[in-house]
């Protein structure tokens, strides 16, 4: 066998060799690939002798990756995710391609899907594929182009670009705020609080901006800001909220800012997008695109 021909295994091979890899399982690998068990052994063991490196290793229980085997497979899921994305992109778009975009929930809705229409209409070719994420995952794993994540810029093996920085601030039903009598920043530690499970510093953040110690005690959390401020609509306690996302109840006094005022939050938007994707041309294109939207940023 030549050596060109021994470095590009069979496709049918290496899928095989991914999904024993991400399931674990022959038995599972195999239904997932329409094979019998046998067929999925047999595409291993041609990989195995075509390297000369055992890439799983097998007892009467498990299935578990040699260490060999652990850093070919995320190599290998990540080349069949490309070819999968090409294959699709060539079937849905002579001319563009597919971009698998991961959105925070209330961000994508609230902030990035009133502007989509104007994505779409001067990339025609491109066709986006929405995924919720809250929190870091494993673009590989996931098959996903590239996220919009809010924190800080330090996700392992890909680019954060700053979209835009936040601000926040504690906001109430003016109902809420009538009945509990809150006239300065201090009086905000005796009522309940709402909390962000992105945000699970952000509370004492605020009150360590007033000059003030933070309160200890527990409080409903939530995951969405979305959710959070329909809780603060029906009065269950203040929530501390990004405003641009907020705007809307804010402009109909369904929500009225605390005392105590903003604060710029130690977290930011940023779009991630894994190294080896940064070329590829419609996150390329989207990138473009999303930073033109953005008002000036420092």
Known sequence: MSVQRRLLPAT?????????????????????LALTQGAISRQIKQLEDQF???????????????????????????????LREAALGLMSNRHGGVLNLAILPTFGTRWLMPLIPDFVEKNPDITINFATRIGRFDFSRERLDAAIHVGQPDWPGATSTLL???EVAPVAAPEFLEANAVAAPRDLGRLPLLHMASRPGGWAEWFEHQGLAAPT??????????TAAQACIA???????PL????????????VPAPGGPMQSRSAYYLV??????????VASFRSWLLAKLPQTD
Do not use: C, H, W
């Open 12 to 32: 049918g091979a290496l899928a095989a060799f991914e999904a024993v890899a991400r399931l674990g399982s022959f038995t599972a690998a195999a239904q997932e």
């Open 52 to 82: 000369g490196k055992r890439l799983i290793e097998r007892d009467s229980r498990n299935v578990r990756l040699s260490p060999e085997g652990e850093i070919y497979a995320e190599t290998v899921r990540a080349a069949l995710g490309q």
């Open 164 to 166: 835009m920085r936040e």
């Open 217 to 226: 005690g527990p409080g409903m959390q939530f995951e969405q800001f979305s």
């Open 235 to 241: 009065g269950l306690g203040i929530a501390l909220l």
């Open 244 to 255: 641009f996302l907020i705007a809307g109840e804010l402009q109909r006094g369904q929500l």
């Open 273 to 282: 997008v894994p190294d080896e994707k940064r070329l590829y041309p419609p």
